[in-house]
């Protein structure tokens, strides 16, 4: 385990962006954190780090964003609304996670119970005591 602080919006990219220059194909990245805590500035660093060019958002109602230009596929996920791991399945999640690309899924806690044991887990908190832009990145099973 490994923890990173962060205390801007941009030191969070970059340390995605670093963290995505280690993926390789097949690997599942798994985000947590409270609604606001900087998921989406991390998916967009991480999404930089695979070689994404194109403008990245957090896909909340289409659950997948798929972004096939860089080093490896990248298939975002937001499972926020998905109201059973069941509805999953739907998603094509089970032939992008191990597959050619790299998954990256915000509120993955929702479907743990489907997620690998190897997949890298990130959880980002604020602590306002040490700042307004302040995160810890905590980083489980880290490549």
């Given at each position: 385990?490994?923890?990173?602080?962060?205390?801007?919006?941009?030191?969070?990219?970059?340390?995605?962006?670093?963290?995505?220059?280690?993926?390789?194909?097949?690997?599942?990245?798994?985000?947590?954190?409270?609604?606001?805590?900087?998921?989406?500035?991390?998916?967009?660093?991480?999404?930089?780090?695979?070689?994404?060019?194109?403008?990245?958002?957090?896909?909340?109602?289409?659950?997948?964003?798929?972004?096939?230009?860089?080093?490896?596929?990248?298939?975002?996920?937001?499972?926020?609304?998905?109201?059973?791991?069941?509805?999953?399945?739907?998603?094509?999640?089970?032939?992008?996670?191990?597959g050619e690309?790299?998954?990256?899924?915000?509120?993955?806690?929702?479907?743990?119970?489907?997620?690998?044991?190897?997949?890298?887990?990130?959880t980002i908190e604020?602590?306002?005591?040490?700042?307004?832009?302040?995160?810890?990145?905590?980083?489980?099973?880290?490549?």
């Amino acid at each position: 385990m490994s923890i990173f602080e962060s205390f801007s919006a941009e030191e969070t990219y970059e340390y995605a962006r670093t963290l995505a220059l280690k993926a390789s194909a097949g690997d599942v990245y798994c985000l947590s954190g409270d609604l606001g805590v900087g998921k989406t500035v991390f998916a967009k660093g991480f999404g930089a780090g695979l070689g994404v060019d194109e403008a990245m958002s957090s896909p909340t109602f289409t659950i997948l964003q798929e972004y096939t230009e860089g080093r490896l596929p990248l298939y975002h996920f937001d499972v926020y609304r998905v109201g059973d791991v069941d509805e999953m399945e739907e998603t094509g999640f089970y032939e992008y996670a191990g597959g050619e690309g790299v998954v990256l899924i915000e509120w993955a806690e929702l479907i743990r119970d489907i997620i690998s044991d190897n997949a890298v887990w990130i959880t980002i908190e604020k602590d306002v005591s040490k700042g307004f832009d302040y995160r810890r990145i905590i980083c489980e099973n880290e490549k």
